[in-house]
């Protein structure tokens, strides 16, 4: 696959390089997660962003802090971007009451209420009918917000998923729905999994406006997801995005990636999403090679201190295992 050709970036220097430093916190932070692992810090399963970062940066920096966000297992990098803190999130990864669910979701099931993130879901397409209740609960509240929802191209297989989309479209609820579609699901490539590959044509089987997006671009992310949510805003029903992009690592850390050719992976590469943008903005006079390297800076500074944060965390007591397992008793 050639590399993309580069285009004008059509945003003021603050806000282009902050595209940058979210894709880069995003890359720093999960490749830390992967020495982590190795070195035993991180248990149970643990599933790498790297390569999408330019969906996460580019669709979660268009959303309203008012709009609710669900996510898959694959959720470090959306996390992040939404605003909770890097320590927090590496606190819950660790085990630690520190983090945002004290420790008991781990790597797939971060979960801030403040933020409006609700997810974090370890099972595929788990997600997509709690989007569908949170949007009806803004609809019936009268509220001006959107819900989020992501999920990967092995969902479309699931029932949940035509069932959402059916009940979404059918009562013109306000969800976005957004497909990373990494082109593998688990380890079995798309056309060999579903009979109808198409994701869009399936979401306009239920009446739904569905639009394709390069999802190696943050700048074609950011733009088509600020558009559909304006439309889901502004009570047009839901929208489908297909998110076409590429996990440079394996599924997960437990995964041995023997169903790609390194050939395919290296030219993915050649498209990432990181080095293209800075690329572009370069070439626009946009960003000089030290503003890189002094973001970089900033973000492992951010990485190391998050670690140092979680490390330091506290285990939950043994006399809080039964805690929020029943409802407490009323006097």
């Not at 009806?136 to 699931?158: P, Y």
């Not at 976005?176 to 579609?181: A, G, I, V």
Request: with cysteine; net charge negative; charged share 25%.
């Amino acid at each position: 696959m050639p590399p993309a050709v580069l285009a004008p970036v059509p945003y003021a220097k603050p806000f282009a390089l902050e595209l940058v430093r979210q894709m880069l916190r995003i890359r720093r932070f999960e490749e830390r997660c992967a020495e982590l692992y190795g070195a035993g810090a991180i248990r149970g399963f643990l599933h790498l962003y790297i390569g999408e970062e330019a969906v996460a940066a580019g669709a979660v920096s268009a959303l309203q802090p008012e709009d609710a966000l669900v996510g898959t297992y694959r959720e470090h990098g959306h996390a992040l971007v939404r605003g909770i803190p890097a320590g927090v999130i590496l606190a819950e990864m660790f085990g630690r009451r520190e983090g945002c669910c004290r420790g008991r979701g781990g790597s797939m099931h971060l979960f801030d209420a403040g933020t409006r993130f609700y997810g974090g879901n370890a099972i595929v397409g788990g997600g997509l009918p709690l989007a569908v209740g949170l949007a009806l609960a803004d609809q019936r509240l009268a509220r001006a917000s959107v819900t989020a929802c992501f999920f990967g191209e092995g969902a479309a297989a699931e029932g949940a998923f035509h069932e959402s989309l059916n009940l979404a479209a059918l009562w013109r609820l306000p969800v976005l729905f957004c497909c990373e579609n990494n082109l593998y699901a688990m380890g079995t490539r798309l056309e060999r999994s579903q009979s109808e590959p198409d994701l869009c044509l399936r979401a306009r089987a239920f009446r739904m406006r569905a639009e394709r997006v390069d999802g190696m671009d943050v700048v074609a992310v950011h733009e088509a997801t600020r558009a559909a949510a304006a439309e889901v805003r502004a009570g047009r029903g839901p929208f489908f995005l297909e998110f076409r992009t590429y996990r440079f690592r394996a599924h997960s850390m437990f995964d041995p990636d023997l169903y790609r050719e390194k050939a395919e992976v290296e030219a993915w590469k050649q498209r990432g999403p990181l080095h293209t943008f800075t690329a572009r903005l370069k070439e626009q006079g946009l960003l000089e090679e030290q503003e890189f390297l002094a973001l970089e800076r900033e973000v492992v500074a951010e990485v190391e201190a998050a670690v140092v944060f979680a490390a330091a965390g506290t285990l939950e007591p043994a006399e809080d295992l039964l805690r929020d397992v029943c409802a407490e008793g009323r006097s």
